[in-house]
């Protein structure tokens, strides 16, 4: 599919170095994938791109050769580019992974002897432990959050290392997540759900959480096969509210 850059706001202020313009550049590419403007499939070029930000094309390029190291654009020929097509297999891999991890986390965490010292858990418990008239009703927020959630119980079970791979894996997921919140019952359902998980934390019942873990990550990945290009553009045409 090829796509015309609208202009957008997001131009670079040329503040310092090459590299510190390419990091700029990646931040806004990412944020157009992570916002649907830029979609899985959609073709575009490095000149589209230099005209939008104001800036020369090496600085954009080195952007984008970043995003190809992980995976989310393809070089296609001299200067043209795409969007990564959507891989269901990766993505049902990643989220494979995932569980592996939250769960492994969530039983480390559960046996830890001051589980609330990092901060992450008081933190969770303000967002997540409230009546359903406090709850966000914003898909974006809820989005953003639900991310935190998920980080946030990884990073309380004090593995540095294991946090980072995880953080990874989430990025790479991230626009499917999104399309989760498109739907309003899943704001509710994901506060249900993630209110339950943090209680059986909080009770250092580490086999109902990470039961509970699992079958509400399941959720998400069953929807990654039921992904289509129009529901895709439907986003890109309403964004989360």
Known sequence: MRLALAPLPGRIVQTGPAVTLAGQAYELIKRDLFEF????????????LVARFGVSRTPVRQALYRLEREGFVLLRQRSG????????????????????????????????????????????????????????????QVAELDEAFHCGLVAAAGNPEMAQIHRDITEKIRII?????????????????????LRAVLARRADEATRMLKSHIEISKAEVRQITLHRLQLARAEGLR
């Not at 403007?37 to 589209?48: A, K, Q, Y």
């Not at 992974?97 to 965490?109: F, G, K, N, P, Y």
């Not at 997540?177 to 998980?197: N, P």
């Open 37 to 48: 403007r830029l979609l899985p499939g959609d073709d575009f070029t490095e000149g589209e």
């Open 81 to 140: 580019w795409r969007v990564r097509p959507f891989d269901f297999e990766r993505f049902e891999a990643l989220y494979d992974v995932r569980i592996v991890l939250e769960q492994a986390s969530v039983t480390r965490l559960c046996g830890l002897p001051d589980m609330n010292a990092s901060g992450d858990l008081p933190a969770l418990k303000r967002i997540w432990l409230v009546p359903p008239a406090e709850r966000l009703r914003s898909g974006k």
């Open 177 to 197: 997540r999104q399309l989760d919140f498109t739907k309003d019952y899943r704001v509710d359902a994901t506060y249900m759900e993630h209110a339950a998980i």
